[in-house]
């Protein structure tokens, strides 16, 4: 099974950016569809964004027009870049590839 770790979360205030990192092991990266997802306090996992093997991307409602995920098939890695953030984005940010997870990244953003 794929391993998945990322990286990036932070505390920033509203506004900011942060830029999240999925880097997978598993020769099975560059042809997978990446999940971002997102866990705040007391609340349900919830979808966040993806992006197909070719790249085609979609987001949630909630983040369209502020976060944009790409990949980099030669580093298996994928980015969630996140701008304009506010504090209901605040969670813990997972990676998914093939029904596994990463330990996840906290990003607290600050009203």
């Known amino acids: 099974q794929a391993q998945l770790v990322e990286s990036g979360g932070g505390l920033v205030q509203a506004g900011g950016s942060l830029r999240l990192s999925c880097t997978a092991s598993?020769?099975?990266?560059?042809?997978?569809?990446i999940y971002w997802y997102r866990q705040a306090p007391g609340k349900q996992r919830e979808y966040v964004a993806r992006?197909?093997?070719?790249?085609?991307?979609n987001y949630a409602n909630s983040v369209k027009g502020r976060f944009t995920v790409s990949r980099d098939n030669i580093k298996n890695t994928v980015s969630l870049q996140m701008n304009s953030l506010k504090p209901e984005d605040t969670g813990v940010y997972y990676c998914?590839?093939?029904?596994?997870w990463g330990q996840g990244t906290q990003v607290t953003v600050s009203s």
């Open positions: 998914n590839m093939r029904g596994a």
């Open positions: 598993g020769s099975a990266f560059s042809i997978s569809t």
């Open positions: 992006i197909t093997s070719p790249g085609s991307t």
